[in-house]
């Protein structure tokens, strides 16, 4: 069983920055792979990044790419997505999510572990 618990989504003008935060505990083999992902008022989740416990290699959505940074602390258990030069498309509820697969996934059913999510609101 694993359990994570997202932090730190809050309201953000456009062009801010924001750090969410997620607590990850549980079997490490079933976390080998940990994930954002993000659902917009009548959207579908959509995957936003993700790494590799072992190695930190690291996935990225192009609507995120060069602005988000995904990180972790293995001390902690923590993983981290930092978000720059946020837009208001970028308003969502955050999701952290834990994948047991060595090979990172962009799909929701890759994911057996998810977080409450944490909401994000970007103003304009």
């Known amino acids: 069983q694993v359990y994570l618990m997202e932090s730190g989504g809050r309201l953000v003008e456009a062009g801010g920055s924001l750090q969410l935060s997620c607590a990850a505990s549980?079997?490490?083999?079933?976390?080998?792979?940990m994930g954002w992902f993000r659902q917009a008022p009548g959207k579908e989740r959509e995957f936003v990044t993700a790494l590799t416990w072992i190695g930190s290699s690291t996935y990225y959505a192009d609507s995120v790419k060069g602005r988000f940074t995904i990180s972790k602390d293995d001390n902690k258990d923590m993983v981290y997505l930092q978000m720059n030069n946020l837009k208001p498309e970028d308003t969502a509820v955050y999701y952290c999510?834990?994948?047991?697969?060595?090979?990172?996934?962009?799909?929701?059913?890759?994911?057996?572990?998810w977080g409450q999510g944490t909401q994000v609101t970007v103003s304009p």
């Open positions: 999510a834990a994948s047991s697969s060595v090979l990172i996934g962009r799909r929701r059913n890759e994911y057996a572990y």
């Open positions: 549980g079997r490490t083999a079933e976390r080998l792979v």
